[in-house]
């Protein structure tokens, strides 16, 4: 008990009544006055070292100057509160995304709504031998709009809704947009440089990381008060067991915390950049159409990662449709036996195709060998880079010459990219023999 105010004889006799009955007992009570007119602290334990350690310290505070308390921080503009649109927006396309991955992914899922490796990869997950070695820089944008399973996007959707709901209408939507951006750029950039080989990286966690570190950052624009103190709890909330790999490890989970840090740095900085040039006069951050430009370019930038994704997807899809490595058959005479079979199972598969239409052509079936040559050869461009080159030239091969009878013409154009690839051997020896080299 602590009385603070003008001292009077009565206080003492009656807080000094509040006594400890025991060393046993398990109430202490604990009485103070504090005199502002006299400086004079009492209490009522007698002991040297309460005496000394209370009392001196709360009559020096009592002697000290008084401290200036500038009030001129408290008019600080905020802007009035606001749907969060931009966030809404961002949950939606993350929604969007992991949908496509289950719905659209390249063999089946697993466990918690899980993609295969093989679908995130397609769908543009952060891998550096793909991004360094092929070019595909775009991975460092297309990443983090991906998710590994249900779990994990529950957990970022829950996180950026809390960021969103906190970050957005302080500093506007254009500046929003861009510690998203930039947040999700630098953490991909850091886990490309830190991850091994091996990785295969995917999450908005990066960026997620990015919002809560420019919380805490721009917290500092604010006097102390609620909206700084709900900013910062929120952001310690979410960075400390972000950062702290201790955290991932009990829980056996498989975190990228080089993105985590990378997405955190990108967030300090730019948020920095937001104190500097934020007056407190105004409700929002100036240069926002800076800002603006910086997430809408981002945002654009990820046109040339669909078609890239879109174009690779239709090539690897078409690839999971071919015969598994494991029922190939290993001689011709077991593809000849086993042909039939295979295209009404593989249907996209041109090796069947190309021993059945061989086969008609031998048995002088030109319409069937014609049909069977040109199936295989419809998807040509999804399988060329997977398959032998010579199983296209094969398939010419038949063609012009199941066609040579009534369009002599459409057979010459057909086996010509086959005659200036072969100078001798059986292919070019089989249009020879039927003059389709020699025009």
Same mark, same amino acid.
């Given at each position: 008990m602590i009385e603070v105010g003008p001292g009077s004889p009565e206080q003492p006799?009656? @807080?000094?009544?509040?006594?400890?009955?025991?060393?046993?007992?398990?109430?202490?009570?604990?009485?103070?006055?504090?005199?502002?007119?006299?400086?004079?602290?009492?209490?009522?334990?007698?002991?040297?070292?309460?005496?000394?350690?209370?009392?001196?310290?709360?009559?020096?505070?009592?002697?000290?100057?008084?401290?200036?308390?500038?009030?001129?921080?408290?008019?600080?503009a905020t802007a009035p509160p606001t749907f969060p649109i931009l966030t809404t927006a961002l949950l939606a396309v993350l929604c969007a995304v992991f949908s496509a991955e289950i719905v659209f992914g390249i063999g089946p899922w697993t466990k918690l709504l899980e993609p295969s490796?093989?679908?995130?990869?397609?769908?543009?997950?952060?891998?550096?031998?793909?991004?360094?070695q092929s070019g595909e820089w775009y991975r460092l944008l297309s990443a983090p709009f991906l998710h590994v399973d249900a779990g994990h996007l529950a957990m970022n959707a829950v996180a950026l809704y809390l960021?969103? !709901?906190?970050?957005?209408?302080?500093?506007?939507?254009?500046?929003?947009?861009?510690?998203?951006?930039?947040?999700?750029?630098?953490?991909?950039?850091?886990?490309?440089?830190?991850?091994?080989?091996?990785?295969?990286?995917?999450?908005?966690?990066?960026?997620?990381?990015? @919002?809560?570190?420019?919380?805490?950052?721009?917290?500092?624009?604010?006097?102390?008060?609620?909206?700084?103190?709900?900013?910062?709890?929120?952001?310690?909330?979410?960075?400390?067991?972000?950062?702290?790999?201790?955290?991932?490890?009990?829980?056996?989970?498989?975190?990228?915390?080089a993105a985590h840090f990378g997405g955190t740095l990108g967030g300090v900085l730019i948020a920095l950049l937001i104190l500097v040039i934020w007056s407190p006069a105004e409700a929002w951050p100036r240069f926002r159409r800076a800002a603006a430009a910086v997430a809408i370019a981002s945002a654009a930038a990820l046109i040339y990662p669909a078609i890239s994704i879109l174009q690779d997807y239709q090539a690897v899809a078409f690839t999971a449709q071919l015969i598994p490595t494991n029922r190939l058959p290993k001689t011709g005479t077991e593809m000849r036996s086993r042909a039939a079979q295979l295209i009404k199972q593989y249907p996209r598969d041109p090796r069947p195709r190309f021993t059945v239409s061989a086969d008609l052509l031998d048995a002088n079936d030109l319409?069937?060998?014609?049909?069977?040559? !040109?199936?295989?050869?419809?998807?040509?461009?999804?399988?060329?880079?997977?398959?032998?080159?010579?199983?296209?030239?094969?398939? !010419?091969?038949?063609l012009a010459i199941a066609i040579d009878r009534d369009r002599h013409t459409e057979a010459l154009q057909t086996a010509r990219p086959v005659c200036n690839a072969f100078k001798d051997g059986p292919m070019r020896k089989l249009l020879d023999d039927k003059k389709l080299c020699s025009g």
């Open positions: 006799r009656r @807080l000094g009544a509040f006594r400890r009955t025991g060393m046993l007992a398990k109430v202490a009570p604990f009485a103070m006055i504090v005199d502002t007119n006299s400086g004079v602290v009492w209490n009522n334990n007698a002991t040297w070292i309460w005496k000394g350690l209370y009392n001196g310290f709360v009559e020096r505070l009592l002697a000290a100057p008084r401290e200036a308390v500038d009030i001129s921080r408290a008019a600080v490796i093989t679908t995130l990869v397609t769908f543009g997950a952060l891998t550096k031998n793909l991004v360094v960021a969103g !709901r906190a970050l957005e209408g302080l500093i506007g939507r254009a500046w929003f947009g861009a510690v998203y951006a930039v947040s999700a750029l630098t953490g991909s950039l850091l886990s490309l440089v830190i991850n091994p080989v091996s990785i295969v990286a995917a999450g908005a966690s990066g960026a997620i990381m990015g @919002l809560f570190a420019a919380a805490l950052v721009i917290s500092m624009h604010f006097p102390p008060g609620a909206i700084r103190m709900s900013l910062q709890m929120n952001a310690t909330y979410v960075l400390i067991p972000s950062l702290l790999p201790l955290f991932g490890a009990l829980k056996g989970q498989k975190v990228d915390y319409a069937g060998a014609e049909r069977e040559a !040109r199936a295989g050869l419809a998807e040509e461009k999804f399988w060329r880079a997977t398959l032998s080159p010579q199983l296209g030239d094969g398939l !010419r091969v038949v």
